[in-house]
């Protein structure tokens, strides 16, 4: 298994992508906390709300994230799809016959990609968000929040390489993804606790360990659909 992590890993950094979809997650998370931030900021200056309100600066930094994790989620889609698309994936399965070992690996690398890549924009927007709000920021615990919101975006990276392995397309996997972690925020509250959307941000905003699991099972079911799918199908 080490040698083939090492194999997912080099593979990964040997592209620009990687790169790029790293620096669009941090500077789109910054940038968007700055901005939420700032908007409650600008209400507050103009008259709109009391000079005494406050606002955690992990609220508009949950909002940031889910739209700067996305790029993260692409990373973790190229690593799967992009070798379906050119054929690569028969050469990485005639050099690791056991398929299981090349979903772990990749799984692997993504969690590990996108826990440190998650923390790093989160800390980012946390700054960013702080410095926006100034005196209206109210008391949080930064390290907790990030460590939250960077634990979601490892698990979410997870799930991709699962649904990567099951729809074989990268169009298809980065739909169901925006899908399955951002639009089904819009269906009813008590429907939602049970889906992936609803999971990621009550258990980044600190609402309890249970959506963190509800998450995790929808990760393991994918992981799990396609172990089985990689068996039975070919490398085509």
């Not at 000079?51 to 799967?80: K, N």
Request: hydrophobic residues 55%; contains cysteine.
């Amino acid at each position: 298994m080490r040698a083939a992590f090492a194999a997912e890993w080099g593979k990964l950094w040997s592209l620009r992508s990687p790169w790029f979809c790293v620096a669009a997650a941090v500077l789109l998370t910054a940038g968007l906390s700055f901005t939420l931030a700032n908007d409650f900021a600008y209400d507050i200056a103009n008259g709109r709300l009391p000079a005494s309100e406050t606002l955690p600066v992990l609220d508009p930094l949950v909002q940031a994230t889910q739209i700067g994790r996305l790029a993260l989620v692409a990373l973790a889609m190229l690593m799967v799809t992009s070798e379906y698309g050119t054929g690569l994936i028969r050469s990485t399965f005639l050099a690791r016959p056991r398929r299981g070992d090349v979903l772990l690996a990749k799984t692997a690398v993504a969690v590990v990609v996108g826990f440190g890549a998650g923390l790093a924009g989160s800390a980012a927007g946390w700054a960013a968000g702080a410095f926006a709000l100034g005196p209206h920021a109210a008391a949080g615990d930064p390290v907790a929040g990030c460590l939250r919101l960077a634990v979601v975006t490892a698990v979410a990276c997870a799930f991709t390489t699962g649904v990567g392995f099951l729809l074989r397309s990268g169009v298809g996997t980065l739909t169901t993804m925006v899908v399955l972690l951002v639009g089904l925020q819009m269906v009813d509250e008590r429907l939602g606790v049970y889906l992936p959307a609803w999971a990621s941000v009550d258990f980044a905003a600190g609402d309890g360990i249970r959506h963190l699991l509800v998450l995790l099972a929808w990760t393991v079911a994918a992981l799990a659909g396609a172990q089985v799918l990689l068996v039975r199908r070919d490398a085509q």
